[in-house]
């Protein structure tokens, strides 16, 4: 298991440093940055409220590229936004839920595991080979797991680790939201509706702006800015770490 988590780790570490990178060039120009890329090509690039060597200013701290790292990523692929990179880093962690389920569900069919799996409603071949009929077992179940919610899914893993009483309250209300606001932007095109917020059981979303917090209700635009995805990748790295020790 702990493979799984250090990959997957890696995984929203690599994805939210480019998110970075793209963010900034994206307000650079892609013309303007050709020229720092080629003159400070190692230099890391900068986000924050201000100069970083002014006090009170607020900088992004981790997941920082240098401006030639950005900028050969940037050239291959022009039309990343937060957006995009929001429904990558949920689309990882979705991913990582079911390599989790799978591993904890092999371990018990294969190595005389024990971790405590719910019932799944497989579909088998009475017929079929003892081999085929534990892989049509586990087939059927990783399916009707990939089906499941994102609450579901989230409740079902915390059991099978054992890991309830280790998940903060506050990184499940960061994991929630963003996974709402994931799915706002690709169903809603980007707009607050009261049921997402209703489900949430709260009365608005937020999002950090760097020198200050916003409130999103129901009828506004979301939005993702750097702060809220390095707040967001913090959390899953956190979670992570708590689900599987």
Request: glycine residues 6%; charged residues 25%; neutral net charge.
């Amino acid at each position: 298991m702990q493979t799984l988590r250090d990959e997957f780790i890696a995984e929203v570490t690599k994805l939210t440093t480019e998110a970075m990178g793209v963010y900034v060039i994206l307000l650079l120009g892609t013309g303007h940055h050709t020229e720092i890329a080629n003159d400070y090509p190692d230099a890391p690039i900068q986000i924050g409220t201000g100069h970083p060597d002014l006090p009170g200013v607020r900088s992004v701290k981790n997941y920082i590229p240098t401006h030639k790292e950005i900028h050969t990523k940037l050239t291959g692929n022009r039309e990343l936004i937060f957006e995009l990179f929001l429904s990558q880093l949920v689309q990882k962690w979705f991913d990582f839920l079911n390599r989790i389920y799978e591993k904890a569900l092999n371990e018990n069919l294969v190595n005389n595991g024990t971790y405590p799996i719910p019932i799944a409603k497989a579909r088998i071949v009475l017929s079929a080979n003892p081999l085929d009929f534990i892989l049509d077992i586990k087939t059927s179940a990783c399916r009707e797991f990939d089906f499941l919610n994102s609450k579901e899914k989230m409740k079902t893993i915390i059991n099978i680790l054992g890991a309830k009483q280790r998940i903060s309250h506050s990184d499940k209300l960061i994991l929630n939201e963003n996974i709402a606001i994931r799915n706002i932007f690709q169903h809603a095109g980007g707009i607050v509706d009261k049921k997402s917020l209703d489900d949430l059981g709260i009365q608005s979303l937020q999002s950090d702006e760097g020198r200050k917090i916003i409130n999103i209700k129901a009828g506004d635009q979301a939005i993702r800015t750097a702060y809220d995805i390095e707040i967001f990748t913090n959390t899953l790295i956190n979670i992570a770490k708590s689900l599987i020790l």
